[in-house]
């Protein structure tokens, strides 16, 4: 079933990561994951981030599939952007995390952190085990570049966000990175929903890029 879902060996997929709080405060985020040790998956949240937090006391999530380059923006930039959130929580079948409306599947996931000795890292590293998976969409979804490229900005501004005092040759290679996608976009799907994803990510690159 995963497989079918798009999770194959040595590939990282983007999911929308549902958990909970020490107070059972939800939250979302936008986070890589891929099969690790055989049925298990495996995610790397920075330290820093809500999710690692929220991993750390609450060893449950949902892994919502959704290509909504908008959902990815929004709940990549919560603090920033917190005007375009309406977001709609759901019961989970088989864990306390909730799940996202409107997604396209769901992965329910117990959690235990890997702890890796080989060397010391920003993030957090979690190993997944799958409880329960529930398809939503009836139909499969079209390939779309603006919506993929749309995608890829906003994990660009997010690195922007993270390195932008640290690092100004990566942030200048990524602020291009986000000009060339947009000029795609701007090429084959102006109007498209994604088109306004990207046009939203520049707004917040004043915020880091002086
Ligand atoms: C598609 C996508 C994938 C991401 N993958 C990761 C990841 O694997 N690990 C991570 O720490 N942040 C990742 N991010 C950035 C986080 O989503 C972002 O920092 C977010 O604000 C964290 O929210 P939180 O503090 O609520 O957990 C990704 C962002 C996007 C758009």
């Known amino acids: 079933m995963l497989s079918k879902l798009g999770f194959i060996n040595c590939d990282v997929v983007e999911v929308l990561l549902t958990t909970i709080s020490a107070k059972g405060e939800p939250n979302t ?3 890589g994951v891929w099969i690790e040790m055989g049925p298990r998956l495996a995610l790397r949240p920075y330290q820093e981030t809500q999710s690692a937090r929220n991993l750390e006391v609450n060893r449950e999530a949902v892994l919502n599939l959704s290509q909504d380059p908008e959902l990815f923006l ?9 005007q375009l959130q309406s977001v709609e929580y759901i019961s989970a079948k088989t864990v306390k995390a909730p ?19 080989e060397f010391v890292t920003p993030f957090r590293e979690f190993l997944c085990a799958v409880q329960h998976i529930e398809v ?21 501004a997010t690195k922007i966000r993270a390195l932008h005092n640290t690092d100004p040759i990566t942030v200048k290679h990524l ?16 109007q ?19």
């Open 29 to 31: 985020a936008p986070m």
């Open 74 to 82: 929004s709940f990549a930039f919560k603090e920033e952007l917190r």
């Open 99 to 117: 799940r996202l409306s409107g997604a396209n599947a769901y992965v329910e996931v117990s959690v235990k952190p890997k702890h890796s000795t």
């Open 136 to 156: 939503t969409s009836k139909f499969p979804l079209a390939f779309s570049r603006s919506r993929s490229a749309a995608i890829e900005c906003v994990i660009y």
């Open 175 to 190: 602020a291009h990175q986000i000009g060339e996608h947009y000029a795609l976009v701007e090429r084959i799907a102006p």
């Open 192 to 210: 498209s929903p994604a088109a306004e994803v990207i046009r939203k990510v520049e707004t917040l690159l004043p915020k880091w890029i002086k």
